[in-house]
């Protein structure tokens, strides 16, 4: 009768650092114990074979000393002449650490998939595995099995090797069956023929008899997470009588692991630590002692309780806190800023109509009607049968873009221009001037929002910057839409990656911490993990106190708003400074940020003063017709029947974006049909713009 043992998920190496191992480090020690008592079977020769069904070691990077001390029972074992089989599991990332000191004359491992045959008192066995499959294991299981080169052969013992989950293997404190997901393995996958299949990766052993075959879990050699607290951990013998498989379970010894629930509410620090004290004193040596914290306590008096000192209280025992349910109460809190009325979220007008006395040409979209289009510039609307409007656009020359439009058309063009095999019609609206087009141009597309205008009429998907400070120590993130909460908006912006790439950066240069947790509520127990990596000052620790804190976020805030370039200046001199000392690659990464915050400054900067812009505008749509309309805070009023003396809030809607911008290029141009009041209520020009002129209305330029 033939006899093999299986064993599974040993993570040698768990708790033991790559350099330096402790000496005294029992739970690494643990590990190491149970895989060596689990091969004991094998040592005295009393099975056939050994299976290990993944996870020899805890990780892919391993110290040499213990991928040594996993070889010797290996190579004793070997040199009896019993055959040993192992697969890479997860832990290994599909890899043997030390595969080639493990490997040789009866060590074989699966780095790949493939079929290994042998006899063993004339008895064939064949041995198909293949390591972890990473993603998508219930698809990719059929493939990679028959890339084994696996045949069933009758009269052979049959035998799949594998580190993966399959349907019905259970987990957890609450038995967790795995029914479906991207890497369950169905059971009508497993081809008929397998005597017994030996998995890993499950460490709750346990035997799923199906149909088919017997799939086997010899669970973990030792309790690894607090999952298995009350799991039993051993392997298993399996005896094979005719072509049935019978495995016995085998139990080891296994680390204690306690949770331990405690309520600070209305304890005092001395109640708190003679708790700590007992339970620790009466611990059983070598076992793992988890204290879940909840209720509240006050910071000054968790501060009186050195948590980490117990942790170090007994070398045999290890101890942990959790405090996911711990509230931490503090008496003071920090006002950076009062609170203050923002803008409301106004709805876009439903229709912006620009009064033309000349109204627009309707023609077909034929060559012989386009012929007589003036060489002038103008807007015009491509329509299908049903008078839909596909597209807007503008040109210098109305009749050469029809033309080439039609051109495409006739030839039909793949790609973009499939769509205008769908036009019929035409409206054209000739005008004076291009610029008068442009404005034309934006509206219609607001009005019409045509299907082939994607650039300009996706104004949803901009977003905008705000500045919390509804919370205690402010931080900066993006944002889809602007609320009534107080905080400070700046926007909107076209390209959220990009604005993303450069709150990064804001963060870094202003000292602005990148988390989101609402200080207001909770403090950290311990030390900040991200100031350890140097990406933050902690000012949830005290690393940064109040008053300098509110500095960085007024410094930020006055960068946004376009009046202080100062953090420029710095950061350019910091580039020289890096290039006279040969630090060129430093001094790249600088000069990237700067490019990108002084595009940010720039571009916010002509926002606010577009925002801040009044007056009138003139559009001049043919020789003897031009329309008049009112500028308030950068916004054309078109409709006449609007309030005239409407103010409107910053940062500006999203689609009125493209409208401002426009405007603020024809301010800074000196286009002649803008002109800009000289009483206007504009606070802030001076620092951007400077005024020149004084026929009737001032006109702005750069400074």
């Not at 000054?300 to 980490?308: A, D, G, T, V």
């Not at 127990?525 to 960085?552: I, N, Q």
Request: proline share 5%.
């Amino acid at each position: 009768m033939l006899k093999f043992l299986h064993l599974s998920d040993s993570h040698l190496g768990e708790s033991i650092p790559l350099y330096h191992a402790s000496i005294n480090n029992w739970r690494g020690e643990g590990f190491i114990k149970n895989y060596n008592a689990a091969l004991r079977y094998a040592l005295r020769g009393e099975v056939d074979f050994v299976l290990h069904s993944g996870d020899l070691f805890d990780r892919r990077h391993i110290n040499l000393d213990i991928i040594t001390r996993a070889m010797v029972p290996l190579r004793k074992i070997a040199a009896r002449n019993i055959p040993i089989f192992i697969v890479p599991g997860n832990h290994e990332k599909d890899y043997i650490p030390g595969g080639l000191l493990l490997a040789g004359k009866n060590v074989y491992i699966f780095n790949k998939p493939k079929t290994i045959e042998f006899s063993i008192r004339n008895q064939k066995i064949v041995i198909a595995g293949f390591p972890y499959i990473k993603q998508e294991a219930g698809q990719q299981f059929t493939k990679i099995l028959k890339q084994t080169g696996w045949k069933y052969k009758e009269g052979c013992l049959n035998i799949l090797l594998c580190h993966q989950i399959f349907e019905g293997a259970k987990v957890g404190v609450k038995n967790f069956t795995f029914r479906n997901g991207e890497n369950v393995i169905k059971i009508e996958d497993i081809p008929f023929g397998f005597d017994y299949v030996a998995s890993g990766h499950i460490h709750k052993h346990q035997v799923l008899k199906t149909k088919k075959t017997t799939i086997c879990y010899a669970g973990s050699t030792q309790r690894v997470s607090f999952q298995e607290m009350d799991e039993e951990k051993g392997y298993y013998i399996v005896s094979l009588k005719g072509e049935t498989a019978h495995p016995k379970f085998y139990k080891l010894p296994v680390t204690p692991m306690v949770a331990i629930s405690f309520d600070t509410t209305n304890k005092s620090a001395k109640e708190f630590i003679s708790f700590l004290e007992e339970k620790i004193g009466n611990a059983e040596p070598h076992s793992i002692l988890r204290f879940h914290l909840k209720g509240q306590i006050e910071l000054k008096k968790l501060r009186e309780i050195p948590l980490y000192l117990y942790k170090r209280k007994r070398d045999d025992i290890r101890v942990e806190f959790r405090r996911e349910n711990l509230v931490i109460l503090k008496k003071r809190t920090y006002s950076f800023h009062p609170p203050h009325l923002h803008q409301t979220n106004d709805k876009p007008e439903d229709t912006i109509n620009i009064p033309l006395n000349s109204g627009k040409t309707m023609l077909p979209f034929r060559k012989k009607e386009i012929s007589k289009v003036p060489l002038s510039p103008g807007v015009y609307e491509l329509l299908n049968k049903n008078n839909r409007v596909l597209y807007v656009d503008r040109s210098k020359i109305l009749k050469n873009r029809l033309l080439a439009h039609l051109r495409k058309k006739e030839n039909k063009n793949e790609g973009f221009y499939f769509w205008l095999q769908q036009v019929d019609k035409v409206n054209i609206i000739p005008t004076a001037e291009e610029l008068s087009a442009m404005f034309i141009e934006i509206n219609l597309i607001r009005n019409f929002l045509p299907p082939y205008n994607k650039q300009i009429k996706e104004f949803q998907n901009y977003v905008y910057l705000v500045i919390r400070k509804d919370i205690n120590f402010p931080t900066i993130d993006v944002v889809s839409e602007v609320k009534n909460d107080g905080n400070t908006y700046f926007g909107p912006f076209r390209k959220e990656h990009k604005i993303r790439e450069n709150v990064k950066i804001l963060r870094e240069v202003f000292g602005i911490r990148p988390c989101r947790r609402n200080l207001n509520d909770n403090l950290r127990l311990f030390s900040c993990v991200l100031e350890e990596m140097g990406k933050c000052d902690a000012p949830c620790t005290g690393g940064v106190s109040p008053s300098e804190y509110r500095k960085r976020i007024d410094r930020l805030t006055d960068f946004l708003y376009g009046y202080d370039r100062s953090v420029l200046d710095r950061l350019t001199e910091e580039k020289k400074k890096l290039a006279r000392i040969q630090e060129f690659e430093q001094a790249a990464v600088v000069q990237k940020n700067v490019t990108n915050l002084t595009l940010l400054f720039n571009t916010l900067k002509k926002i606010r003063t577009a925002n801040e812009l009044k007056g009138s505008l003139t559009l001049k749509i043919s020789e003897n017709n031009y329309q008049h309309f009112k500028i308030i805070n950068g916004r054309i009023i078109w409709n006449r029947a609007q309030n005239q003396n409407k103010k409107f809030p910053f940062p500006p809607k999203k689609w009125e974006l493209d409208e401002m911008l426009l405007l603020m290029n024809a301010v800074l141009n000196n286009e002649q049909c803008v002109s800009i009041d000289k009483d206007g209520d504009i606070p802030y020009f001076q620092k951007g713009l400077t005024e020149i002129g004084y026929k009737g209305a001032t006109v702005l330029k750069k400074l």
